[in-house]
């Protein structure tokens, strides 16, 4: 096999990055020492809170969107469930509960601290 010449080897060890497709991804930050470090404090973002029939052959759902991570999700979600009193199930990184939950779950994120907003009627 040919040896590449040097013009052509990366100067990275990684190899680098060809293409992303986060949409706020600068490929210079980390040169320039621009790179954001995530805070744990600022986690603190608005759930909402949707309710819709259409799809569902009638039946109500209720919608839980805008988690700030998948642990949260999962642990808060199966909490809400307990305290709902319902089933329901996690679908891309959407809670889906059954029946009309909103006025429970503003309960329940009201005891636990977190932010709600409806969303539609």
Same mark, same amino acid.
């Given at each position: 096999?040919?040896?590449?010449?040097?013009? @052509?080897?990366? $100067?990275?060890?990684?190899? +680098?990055?060809?293409?992303?497709?986060?949409?706020? #991804?600068?490929?210079?930050?980390? =040169?320039?020492?621009?790179?954001?470090?995530?805070?744990?404090?600022?986690?603190?973002?608005?759930?909402?809170? @949707?309710?819709? $029939?259409?799809?569902?052959? +009638?039946?109500?759902?209720?919608?839980?969107?805008? #988690?700030?991570?998948?642990?949260? =999700?999962?642990?808060?979600?199966?909490?809400?469930?307990?305290?709902?009193?319902?089933?329901?199930?996690?679908?891309?990184?959407?809670?889906?509960?059954?029946?009309?939950?909103?006025?429970?779950?503003?309960?329940?994120?009201?005891?636990?601290?977190?932010?709600?907003?409806?969303?539609?009627?």
């Amino acid at each position: 096999m040919a040896k590449k010449s040097k013009k @052509h080897q990366s $100067k990275n060890e990684d190899g +680098g990055i060809v293409y992303s497709t986060n949409p706020g #991804w600068n490929p210079f930050a980390e =040169l320039n020492n621009l790179v954001d470090e995530p805070t744990e404090g600022n986690e603190v973002d608005t759930l909402t809170l @949707h309710f819709e $029939k259409k799809g569902r052959n +009638g039946k109500p759902v209720t919608l839980v969107k805008n #988690w700030t991570s998948e642990t949260l =999700l999962k642990e808060t979600g199966k909490a809400i469930q307990q305290y709902c009193g319902v089933g329901g199930s996690i679908k891309d990184d959407v809670l889906l509960l059954q029946g009309d939950q909103r006025e429970k779950i503003e309960a329940f994120a009201a005891k636990q601290q977190l932010k709600t907003k409806r969303v539609g009627a």
